[in-house]
């Protein structure tokens, strides 16, 4: 390790040595300025301390004033990409990277002892959420559709949501599910979209591997008849959708556990789209029904949900429904009479199964622990809601194997402008 610390420092230094020697990035007495437009004055050369994968070396670069506006700006620390920080490109993605699947603090000690590189824990907070924000706006200029890999017949979409812990700045006149009913979360949005070609030994449809792209934010999915647009997570949705050629597969599912904004939006998107409601949702219903029928833990419940759960899979709705209300004092039973009632036509699994049709929204409900969960609900993390979204993006940038792809385009932009 201390040869290898001696030789970073070394290369460092030989790089350092060679770029200062470079003085070509002083072009001339005076530069338009990128800020205002007004004749910016060549004042002399600033020295700036860089972070690099050799550690820190010292730059000398020209500096340009601008009496205009007040401001000055270095053209190489525009060449370089390093004009809004102190880290070199690299540098900043190996944060993007660990900012991307641990707590800043961990980053922080993963970027020492690894690469031997110190970036202070708030530096790594700041860093992430800066590249955060620059996927978020790619992600919104970016829908061309992915034509590299071939269609497959079928596609599936899960939408879902989960709370996650905020910072009570963001929380100020929420209503939420403490017994005061105040709020201690907001409800982030997950898009997922995959197919399920391949089969397990029972013929059941399997998810493909590599298939599962996610998009996802603190966004509302509500809108009003009299608006103009739709809302900011319908227009997420029909961006992700768009980038994965979902309208043009030839069958296409939409699952979700039953929440009325999901099918509102399923509806309103992607009107001829396959509703499913998720059957392990529904299972789940019927044995809490169960168990406030016939009481924690007995064999009765047991029989009594296992019985209902055959019904419901072989798509005999009618006997389910009957069962149910026959206990319908039951406030337990009622709800999940209700819930059946209303979703009748996205509980037809005798038909989906037939069809071969995925009926399970396992692939959402993992997506809600990847993105969300493992990352943004630790203990003692609450979050800004700007925070949150800019480390959703930058996690859903990475799982979904966009990440290269984006700063390929970001680089390509540095070097146009």
């Given at each position: 390790?201390a040869?290898?610390?001696?030789?970073?420092?070394?290369?460092?230094?030989?790089v350092?040595?060679?770029?200062?020697?470079d003085?070509?990035?002083?072009?001339?007495?005076?530069?338009?300025?990128?800020?205002?437009?007004?004749?910016a004055?060549?004042?002399?050369?600033?020295?700036?301390?860089?972070?690099?994968?050799?550690?820190?070396?010292?730059?000398?670069?020209?500096?340009?004033?601008?009496?205009?506006?007040?401001t000055?700006?270095c053209?190489?620390?525009?060449?370089?990409?390093?004009e809004?920080?102190?880290?070199?490109?690299?540098v900043l993605?190996?944060v993007g990277?660990?900012?991307?699947?641990?707590?800043?603090?961990?980053?922080?000690?993963l970027?020492?002892e690894?690469?031997?590189?110190?970036?202070?824990?708030k530096?790594?907070?700041r860093?992430?959420?800066?590249?955060?924000?620059?996927?978020?706006?790619d992600?919104?200029?970016?829908?061309?559709p992915?034509?590299?890999?071939?269609?497959?017949?079928t596609?599936?979409?899960?939408?879902?949501?989960?709370?996650?812990?905020?910072?009570a700045?963001?929380?100020?006149?929420?209503?939420?599910?403490q017994?005061?009913?105040?709020?201690?979360?907001?409800e982030?949005?997950?898009?997922?979209?995959?197919?399920?070609?391949?089969?397990?030994e029972?013929?059941?449809p399997?998810?493909?591997?590599?298939s599962?792209s996610?998009?996802?934010?603190?966004?509302?999915?509500?809108?009003r008849?009299?608006?103009?647009?739709l809302?900011?997570?319908a227009?997420?949705?029909?961006r992700?959708?768009?980038?994965?050629r979902f309208?043009?597969?030839?069958?296409?599912?939409?699952?979700?556990?039953?929440?009325?904004?999901?099918?509102?939006?399923?509806s309103?998107?992607?009107?001829n789209a396959i509703?499913i409601?998720?059957r392990?949702?529904?299972?789940?219903?019927?044995?809490?029904?169960?168990?406030?029928?016939?009481?924690?833990?007995?064999?009765l419940?047991?029989?009594?949900?296992?019985e209902?759960?055959?019904?419901l899979?072989?798509?005999?709705?009618?006997?389910?429904?009957?069962?149910?209300g026959?206990?319908?004092?039951?406030?337990?039973?009622?709800?999940?009479?209700?819930?059946?009632k209303?979703?009748?036509r996205r509980?037809?699994?005798?038909?989906?199964?037939?069809?071969?049709?995925?009926?399970?929204?396992?692939v959402?409900?993992?997506?809600?622990?990847?993105?969300?969960?493992l990352?943004?609900?630790?203990?003692?993390?609450?979050?800004?809601?700007?925070?949150?979204?800019?480390?959703?993006a930058?996690?859903?940038?990475?799982?979904?194997?966009?990440?290269?792809?984006?700063w390929?385009?970001?680089?390509?932009?540095?070097?146009?402008?």
């Amino acid at each position: 390790m201390a040869a290898r610390r001696e030789a970073l420092r070394v290369a460092g230094a030989a790089v350092a040595r060679r770029m200062n020697a470079d003085q070509s990035d002083r072009c001339g007495p005076y530069l338009p300025c990128p800020r205002c437009g007004g004749s910016a004055r060549y004042a002399g050369r600033r020295d700036k301390v860089l972070t690099t994968v050799l550690g820190e070396i010292t730059l000398s670069r020209a500096y340009y004033h601008c009496e205009r506006c007040a401001t000055g700006f270095c053209p190489r620390d525009r060449a370089l990409g390093t004009e809004d920080g102190s880290l070199s490109p690299h540098v900043l993605r190996m944060v993007g990277i660990v900012g991307a699947r641990v707590s800043f603090q961990e980053g922080h000690q993963l970027l020492q002892e690894l690469a031997g590189i110190t970036v202070a824990t708030k530096q790594v907070e700041r860093e992430a959420e800066r590249l955060g924000d620059q996927i978020m706006q790619d992600e919104l200029q970016v829908t061309e559709p992915d034509n590299s890999e071939e269609l497959p017949p079928t596609l599936y979409m899960g939408l879902d949501g989960t709370g996650v812990p905020m910072r009570a700045s963001e929380l100020v006149g929420r209503r939420g599910k403490q017994q005061d009913g105040s709020a201690k979360t907001r409800e982030a949005k997950l898009v997922t979209v995959w197919s399920a070609e391949g089969r397990d030994e029972q013929g059941v449809p399997v998810r493909d591997q590599g298939s599962v792209s996610y998009s996802a934010a603190i966004e509302s999915a509500a809108s009003r008849d009299t608006d103009k647009e739709l809302s900011q997570f319908a227009q997420r949705v029909g961006r992700e959708a768009a980038r994965r050629r979902f309208q043009q597969a030839q069958r296409r599912a939409v699952l979700g556990d039953g929440a009325s904004w999901i099918w509102n939006l399923a509806s309103e998107l992607f009107p001829n789209a396959i509703q499913i409601v998720d059957r392990y949702h529904a299972d789940e219903k019927l044995g809490t029904a169960g168990k406030a029928i016939y009481g924690m833990g007995t064999d009765l419940a047991r029989q009594w949900t296992h019985e209902r759960c055959t019904e419901l899979k072989a798509g005999n709705l009618d006997a389910v429904l009957s069962a149910l209300g026959a206990y319908f004092t039951v406030k337990e039973a009622r709800e999940c009479h209700n819930y059946i009632k209303t979703n009748r036509r996205r509980m037809r699994y005798d038909l989906f199964h037939a069809a071969g049709l995925c009926t399970s929204s396992a692939v959402e409900e993992s997506g809600c622990k990847r993105v969300f969960a493992l990352r943004l609900k630790q203990g003692g993390m609450f979050w800004t809601v700007h925070g949150a979204n800019a480390i959703t993006a930058l996690r859903c940038c990475r799982l979904s194997g966009r990440f290269e792809d984006f700063w390929e385009r970001r680089a390509a932009q540095r070097r146009a402008g």
